[in-house]
């Protein structure tokens, strides 16, 4: 299984990104995926998770209102639509996705089973 994320760049503050993350390997159509990110000397946090049903999302405070997540099923596909970026954001960011079905969208990395290598954001000020 992979998931392969790319997207990332070099952005001006208030500046746009979208990044995608592409599964191989395995159908994550039953399954919650969500978007971490880890920033230099930080630990690995929560940003989004989408639900296999539609419509489920959650996501974290900092960056409510400026992220979108959403999946394409059929390609396999989870995107992260992030706008109003702020140098706070810079971060590598990682897809990730849950191996079992559940309807509750979870928030830790533990809880989540397969991983992308992660793509460099950086926001300049």
């Known amino acids: 299984v992979q998931l392969q994320a790319c997207g990332g760049g070099l952005v001006q503050t208030g500046g746009s990104l979208r990044l995608s993350c592409a599964a191989s390997?395995?159908?994550?159509?039953?399954?919650?995926m969500a978007w971490f990110r880890q920033a230099p000397g930080k630990e690995r946090e929560f940003v989004a998770a989408?639900?296999?049903?539609?419509?489920?999302?959650a996501y974290a405070t900092s960056v409510k209102g400026r992220f979108k997540i959403s999946r394409d099923s059929a390609k396999n596909t989870v995107y992260l639509e992030m706008s109003s970026l702020r140098p706070e954001d810079t971060a590598v960011y990682f897809c990730?996705?849950?191996?079992?079905?559940?309807?509750?969208?979870?928030?830790?990395?533990?809880?989540?089973?397969?991983w992308g290598h992660g793509t460099q954001v950086t926001v300049s000020s």
């Open positions: 989408i639900s296999w049903a539609p419509g489920v999302t």
């Open positions: 990730a996705g849950e191996a079992r079905t559940t309807l509750q969208l979870m928030q830790q990395t533990a809880d989540y089973d397969f």
């Open positions: 390997g395995r159908t994550f159509s039953n399954s919650n």
